[in-house]
């Protein structure tokens, strides 16, 4: 029919969740498991199917519930399905409450609910008050890289601060935050930076700068490295979490978390402003690699399934492990509901 | 919503997205609201427009010359500050603020245009960019983008600007049954000098 659009395409499992980019959108998407398909195994799921108006996490799946050739018909569980994904919704979570947190460098949040936090899940604190309702606002409002989770039970930070941050928590919230701006390359919160000849910069999250890029560094005086403020850099060398740069940083002021007494404040940041085409040709990285560019997307997660389950993916579209998957997702001309 | 106006909306949310996930950030810090970022104040005005005249950014609003009529004043040349519609009883609440009714003349003000601060036009806007919890309290923070002229561009692509489509039903079969309207864009956005822009953080008191 005119003004229907149809995608199609095929993937290899994993045995992860999948997410596919749907440039259109999507109002209905089949997905069919070849290796399950011509396979007889009991309990591995062929074919799966999911419309719009379906909850989040589900979806139908055709299934052998014998090992024959013979199929049965089902919901998929509950998150096992199919899930529609909207990367330039930038919602947070829901408050959870934090009962405590330490004064250490890198902080570790006590919280009875860690449900869907994972190591490089991007965390927010607010209201963080300490012993007799003192305020920890200065560690509040930043966004932070979680590196350890114990279910349910307290996360840690991903990456030091300079410098403790001056008191422990004993109650608070956190949000879990779902997405990055959707525009590349993106400020970052700085949370240390070294004094050496060539200073690291230590971001509070994954930063996803290239060598030769360049960058401003904006560094309020409550941070202590005043010197660094307004700073042009050349990014010559990168981590995950920090920055190599060509700035010599060795006789400048400490860098130091600001302490909860000096708030309000500006959070130091480093910001992108162009690339440097000798450093970036020098290190072969694309002289480009600065562009401004949308990263946001719709499209389809697939999910995994129970990873705790032995059977893991066999009842889910992502697949079992070197399943081919392939999939054809539409987007109706009329999608009439009565 | 009217597809024409959804066009123009989407370009201007991409610029916002843009501006939001690039630009140098300043937090009003001036306030009384316990928050951080605090609300916004006439003394966070004052560091974000020297801060920018020190950067040599330039002005875009030409100034107004005073007039001799009642409850009006002149209006300084300016920058453009761009915010969500949710600050406007903040901003009539800071020091030294002029709405457009006191301009000396009606004449060269934008529809969205709320009123001004010492050198700070300010353009409002119901898709104004916000980030939702994130100040220190847990509570929404809004992006004011404080441009300088040039401070940032959109690209035009030859054959690639704005279409807006619109399809008889001749096009849709042998019945012409259906016809369609649609647009399509590629759009690129960019900051073209770092320290023309600046985004300045605030929460509400208001």
Known sequence: MDNTIIQQGEFTSNQADKFIVLRGGVEWMSVVNWTQSVATNADYGCH????????????????????????????????????????????????????????????????????????????????????????????????FQVGAVTLNTDFTMAYNMATAPGLDGTAGFYRIIPYDPIF????????????????????????????????RVNVPAAFGMVEMDGVEAIVTAVTAGTITTNIDSTGFTAFAFALPAVLPFTMPTIVPIG???????????????????????????????????????????????????????????????E | MRLGVQL??????????????????????????????????????????????????????????????????????????????????????????????????????????WGSVQNLRFLVSSEGSVSPAASAAGNDVYNVFCVGMEAYTMVDQDGMSAHFIYRPPIYDGPLALNCSVGWKMGFAARITNDLWVLNMRTTRMN
């Open chain 1, 184 to 215: 590349y390359p993106r400020w970052r919160y700085v949370i240390n930076i070294t004094q050496a000849a060539n200073a690291i910069i230590h971001t509070s999250v994954d930063h996803g700068y290239t060598v030769g890029q360049k960058i």
């Open chain 1, 48 to 143: 799966y199917y999911w419309q719009y108006g379906m909850a989040d996490g589900l979806g139908l799946v055709y299934y052998h519930p014998a090992a024959n050739a013979t199929l049965a018909v089902a919901a998929t569980a509950a998150g096992a399905g199919f899930t529609y994904v909207d990367s330039t919704d930038v919602a947070p979570g829901a408050n959870r409450a934090v009962t405590a947190s330490t004064n250490v460098a890198a902080p570790v949040f006590d919280t009875g609910n860690t449900a869907g936090l994972a190591v490089g899940s991007i965390v927010r604190v607010n209201t963080l008050t300490g012993a007799a309702g003192a305020s920890v606002g200065s560690l509040c409002g930043w966004d």
């Open chain 2, 8 to 113: 123009r909306m989407t370009e201007d949310e991409l610029v916002r997205n843009m501006l939001a996930g690039t630009a140098a950030m300043i937090n009003c810090v001036a306030g009384v609201n316990g928050d951080n970022p605090t609300e916004l104040t006439a003394a966070d005005i004052s560091v974000l427009i020297q801060t920018l005249l020190g950067n040599n950014a330039k002005t875009v609003a030409q100034g107004m010359e005073g007039a001799d009529k009642f409850g009006t004043a002149p209006v300084r040349n300016a920058y453009w500050a761009l915010c969500d519609s949710d600050l406007t009883a903040d901003l009539n609440d800071i020091d030294g603020f002029e709405h457009t009714s006191q301009y000396p003349t009606q004449k060269n003000i934008l529809p969205s245009e």
């Open chain 1, 275 to 337: 690339i440097d085409m000798g450093t970036a040709i020098t290190g072969a990285v694309n002289i480009l690699a600065d562009a401004t560019y949308n990263t946001g997307y719709i499209g389809m997660k697939l999910h995994v399934g129970n990873v705790a389950n032995p059977n893991e993916g066999s009842l889910s579209p992502a697949g079992h492990l070197n399943d081919i998957i392939k999939w054809r997702a539409g987007k109706s001309f009329s999608n009439l509901m």
